[in-house]
């Protein structure tokens, strides 16, 4: 058994500086999904769930509940997520002994 290390790129059957041909361009949505799109414009025209959503939160007959849910769901389209990070720290803790359980 040979100790040979394989680098794999990025993309599936290309090397590294090669870039993709053919298929959809970035951003365009497929077909079924431009399908569903097509269809509620047909029957709900103007239709945006973002902004059914920000008229639902701000509904003041809205449980809170619904509001806090609409509201943490608009803000994935309006501001980034942010990622877990995880903080280490070099600290020394005195040793604590518990008597008496």
Do not use: W
């Not at 951003?27 to 025209?45: D, H, M, V, Y």
């Not at 389209?77 to 002994?97: F, G, L, N, W």
């Amino acid at each position: 058994m040979s100790n040979t290390k394989v680098e794999k790129s990025s993309i599936k059957g290309f090397q590294t500086g090669h870039t993709k041909t053919g298929g959809r361009s970035k951003g365009t949505p497929n077909k079924n999904k431009q399908e569903l799109l097509n269809r509620i414009e047909t029957e709900f025209p103007g239709y945006d769930p973002v902004l059914s959503m920000i008229a639902i939160a701000r509904d003041p007959n809205t449980p809170l509940e619904v509001k806090v849910t609409c509201h943490k769901e608009v803000a994935k389209y309006t501001h980034p997520q942010r990622k877990a990070v995880e903080m280490t720290a070099d600290v020394d803790m005195p040793i604590i002994s518990i008597k008496g359980l």
